[in-house]
């Protein structure tokens, strides 16, 4: 999860905006900000109250109460607040973020969207990936891929594709993936990096004749666009195959 000090200055940055508010009222909003970048999540719960009570309608002081609920169990109310953040405001990536972020344990279909939201509002900012890398199959390694390929941007990656192959592999179904990467193979000639992984594949399943192919084309590559370590592993491979 992403740490509190960055979620402040990502979520609230030009809070001191607060719906134009005087200096006075602008204290319970910055009070619980203070509060909440020390984790004394019990201590911004009153401030944070009292910020949304003077402005119901603003989404940073919505999403500051929606954390501060979260943190302190309060789930319901947590999710009831970043939701009509999404309402009033559905292209903050503040609110989309912690809505898709709350719901990621429980209603992870909705949590997708939010989240994939989010990410093409913000594509530098990488927190939506790594709760989506636990939308699919938690803690399982690149399941973020599978939903990355309901992107367009992402959907002709050779490297999405094979890692999402392989994140189906890693969960014991091999089912098309031979196939798959034959096609990865033949369709992409001129990627190193891809023609290691498939060879690397195709030796630990025993595919020898396909390992061969890989690991040759793989050496045909200029000393350049090598690897150094991997090349080592690839030529000890080779050997070993003839």
Not at 62 to 78: I, K, N, T
Not at 216 to 230: C, D, L, S, T, V
Request: overall charge positive; hydrophobic content about 40%.
């Amino acid at each position: 999860m992403i740490g509190i000090r960055n979620l402040t200055v990502a979520l609230f940055a030009g809070a001191i905006l607060f719906c134009g508010c005087s200096r006075q009222e602008e204290h319970p909003m910055n009070k619980a900000l203070k509060e909440a970048s020390e984790n004394r999540w019990q201590k911004a719960d009153k401030p944070s109250a009292e910020a949304l009570k003077k402005t119901p309608d603003n989404v940073n002081a919505l999403v500051l109460r929606a954390v501060v609920c979260e943190r302190l169990g309060r789930f319901d109310e947590a999710v009831e607040n970043a939701r009509k953040a999404v309402s009033i405001d559905s292209n903050s990536f503040a609110a989309l973020y912690t809505l898709g972020r709350l719901y990621a344990s429980r209603r992870p279909a909705e949590a997708k969207d939010l989240l994939v939201k989010a990410y093409r509002l913000r594509p530098d900012h990488g927190s939506p990936l790594i709760i989506l890398a636990n939308l699919h199959t938690p803690g399982r390694k690149g399941s973020y891929l599978s939903a990355l390929l309901g992107l367009p941007e992402y959907a002709n990656s050779p490297e999405v594709i094979f890692e999402s192959h392989m994140n189906r592999v890693y969960n014991r179904d091999r089912r098309g993936v031979d196939a798959a990467y034959i096609k990865l193979f033949e369709e992409n000639p001129d990627d190193p990096v891809l023609t290691s992984a498939i060879g690397g594949y195709f030796y630990y399943y025993r595919n020898y004749d396909m390992a061969r192919r890989a690991f040759r084309r793989y050496m045909m590559f200029p000393g350049e666009r090598r690897n150094a370590r991997r090349t080592t592993v690839i030529q000890s491979r080779l050997r070993t195959l003839r």
